[in-house]
């Protein structure tokens, strides 16, 4: 795993090693200090689903309607991406929620908290939770929404602009598969292969709501996750 950046211990010492839910994962991400993060935001939001979820989606970070609920797209973007899910054929049912960065970051402009992107000391620092999580999750497809979430998982050199739609094989593609290819079986430490799954890569649904022209934009996201969708079906 990639060494935490000075001045950010990361997130593995306040991931208990016992825990072998999300349940149990999200109860200690509460307490979880391993970046500055934590000092300013309301709360940690962590995933939200089931965890026998088909697909996976990871996004950014918890925008300012998620860090005062503490749940995971909840806001603008989190409601758009609920239509395009639903327009692209995908089950919410079987999808877990969840993001690359746990805590909102943001600056304060008078009495308004204004989103800012989580920097790479950020993602490494958080990155432990990810792994965690899908050490407990079993998906068929992982679909990455965004630079941030892409950089978590596949790296820095990968550019969501140049492969998104793509399927790609998981977790081979992951910048360090190494991290998800076993996963525990039971609480007494075993451990067996993942099963091989596919993740694409498209934008966050928040840059839909940015765009120029949005109902293009819309389009080419449920087009994205439709790929995923028949990838279910087949």
């Not at 060494?3 to 991400?29: K, M, N, V, Y």
């Not at 204004?114 to 999750?137: G, K, N, S």
Request: charged share 25%; glycine share 8%.
């Amino acid at each position: 795993m990639a060494e935490q950046s000075e001045g950010a211990p990361g997130a593995q010492e306040f991931i208990p090693p016992q825990a072998d839910t999300i349940d149990q994962l999200r109860a200690a991400a509460a307490g979880c200090q391993g970046c500055e993060l934590y000092r300013d935001a309301s709360q940690t939001v962590f995933g939200r689903g089931d965890e026998s979820a088909r697909v996976v989606l990871v996004g950014e970070q918890p925008g300012d309607m998620e860090d005062q609920k503490g749940l995971p797209f909840v806001g603008p973007a989190g409601r758009l991406l609920r239509k395009a899910v639903d327009d692209a054929g995908l089950d919410p049912g079987h999808i877990y929620l969840t993001n690359a960065v746990k805590h909102f970051r943001f600056e304060l402009r008078g009495k308004r908290r204004i989103h800012q992107t989580p920097d790479r000391v950020h993602i490494t620092a958080c990155r432990p939770w990810l792994v965690a999580e899908f050490a407990r999750l079993h998906p068929e497809i992982v679909v990455v929404l965004g630079a941030t979430a892409a950089k978590a998982l596949l790296g820095p050199t990968f550019r969501v602009t140049k492969q998104r739609g793509e399927l790609l094989p998981w977790p081979a593609a992951a910048q360090h598969p190494e991290d998800f290819v076993r996963v525990p079986v039971d609480n007494t430490g075993k451990v067996a292969d993942a099963p091989a799954a596919r993740l694409l890569a498209t934008i966050h649904p928040s840059a839909v709501l940015r765009a120029d022209n949005q109902d293009v934009a819309y389009e080419g996201l449920v087009k994205d996750l439709t790929v995923a969708a028949r990838a279910l079906a087949s």
